[in-house]
């Protein structure tokens, strides 16, 4: 975690005639994010794009997955646009599919640094495999999240089965 914008500004100091791409979740990105600066500072064109649901998604469900109830997962909206804008770079905020490709064009076109605030939903990461022990502790999550909390949300499967079919 956390390597995204570390490993894109070394890129672009290695390959400054290429566009740099950057992509990390929100989670990762605040563990680094006053990297932003130094981009800033020497001028690297980059792009970060931050896949912002306002959690710490994958920690979220390696916990599920270890069989434990979910704790510090949530995190605080962040409006990483405006913390681009407040370095001296370009931010942008994306939460409309609409206006995706507009935005990605004016980032893309900028010779400036630029984060790309995408929200998105909260939707579990697919493994490429799923073992036993992993069906095994999330069901005891399951249980847990049942008698602690009364509660026992399943993920959408309209929406899981659309993204591997």
């Not at 605040?30 to 912002?52: G, Q």
């Not at 939460?95 to 490709?101: M, Q």
């Not at 939903?121 to 005891?140: C, F, R, S, W």
């Amino acid at each position: 975690m956390g390597s995204g914008l570390p490993g894109a500004i070394a890129a672009q100091i290695a390959y400054p005639d290429k566009q740099v791409v950057g992509i990390c979740g929100e989670g990762g990105f605040t563990m680094v994010m006053h990297d932003f600066i130094t981009a800033v500072k020497y001028d690297l064109p980059i792009k970060i794009v931050v896949l912002n649901n306002s959690k710490l998604g994958m920690i979220k469900y390696e916990q599920q997955e270890m069989g434990h109830l979910n704790y510090m997962t949530d995190m605080k909206e962040i409006d990483f646009a405006a913390f681009a804008k407040a370095c001296g770079g370009e931010g942008y905020h994306i939460d409309k599919l609409e206006d995706l490709a507009d935005l990605l064009k004016q980032a893309f076109l900028s010779n400036k640094p630029a984060i790309i605030d995408v929200a998105i939903e909260d939707m579990a990461p697919l493994p490429g495999k799923i073992t036993y022990e992993q069906a095994v502790k999330y069901g005891q999550f399951l249980i847990k999240e049942f008698f602690t909390n009364k509660k026992v949300e399943f993920p959408d499967l309209g929406k899981a089965m659309h993204r591997i079919l």
